[in-house]
């Protein structure tokens, strides 16, 4: 099975503009989680979506948003982007009928300028 | 609130040494455990986790141990090898089910295996 995929792998954007990354599970997998990774915080939970329907959501401002295709392609949005937001978006993936285990996809690094 | 504290930050090891790294978590409805490894430029790799209702599970040279009272679990990697070397995070949730999905992370051990 092909693992969890991102795009794009790379972003730069300027401060103020807004960004849409993506995220295509596990196939099978029907819950999508979003993660935020940088060097002072570690690994934040974002939100979780599962059959279309944000599931839980995390500490993060309105700023972050995302949604849920009936394919279970996910894409997460920042708008008025800040340069704090410079980070490591990390997507993982699991079944979101029972099974615990989550997979994670390569991320997607953004830079803020 | 939800937390997880992961020591040491890091370990260096020589090959061949065991690897220990300790996590303790506060949210007492935390039911699951999976530890990652991170190498650089990759996403974290889930290399074992272990549910609230088992005390131990074991994987080859890798072993997961919980204690549920104390809240604390552990992560033991046997005969270390050089492509151990990578960073570790431990991470608990309310899993499988509808809070599942969240996972509080520890804040990463870096391990560092010299040949």
């Known amino acids: 099975k092909a693992g969890v995929t991102q795009t794009p792998r790379y972003l730069i954007k300027t401060r103020g503009q807004q960004v849409t990354l993506s995220c295509s599970p596990i196939?099978?997998?029907?819950?999508v989680s979003w993660y935020q990774q940088t060097p002072g915080q570690g690994l934040q939970f974002l939100f979780e979506?599962?059959?279309?329907?944000?599931?839980n959501k995390g500490n993060f401002p309105g700023r972050f948003s995302g949604r849920q295709f009936s394919n279970s392609r996910s894409e997460m949005n920042v708008s008025t982007l800040e340069l704090g937001d410079s980070a490591l978006y990390l997507c993982?993936?699991?079944?979101?009928?029972?099974?615990?285990?989550?997979?994670f996809g390569p991320g997607t690094r953004l830079t803020v300028t | 609130g939800e937390n997880v504290e992961q020591h040491p930050s890091t370990l260096s090891v020589q090959e061949g040494d065991s690897a220990v790294i300790k996590c303790t978590y506060s949210?007492?409805?935390?039911?699951?455990f999976p530890w990652y490894k991170q190498e650089l430029g990759k996403g974290p790799q889930l290399i074992i986790d272990?549910?609230?209702?088992?005390g131990e599970k074991k994987d080859q040279r890798i072993a997961v141990t919980l204690n549920k009272t104390a809240k604390h679990f552990s992560l033991h990697i046997t005969e270390t090898q050089p492509e151990d070397s990578a960073v570790y995070f431990c991470?608990?949730?309310?899993?499988?089910?509808?809070?599942?999905?969240?996972?509080?992370f520890g804040q990463g051990t870096e391990l560092s295996v010299k040949p």
């Open positions: 272990i549910r609230s209702n088992v």
């Open positions: 949210d007492s409805a935390s039911n699951y």
């Open positions: 991470a608990a949730s309310r899993g499988p089910y509808n809070q599942g999905g969240k996972l509080i």
């Open positions: 979506y599962f059959s279309e329907t944000q599931r």
């Open positions: 196939s099978g997998h029907r819950s």
């Open positions: 993982a993936s699991r079944t979101g009928t029972g099974g615990a285990e989550q997979y």
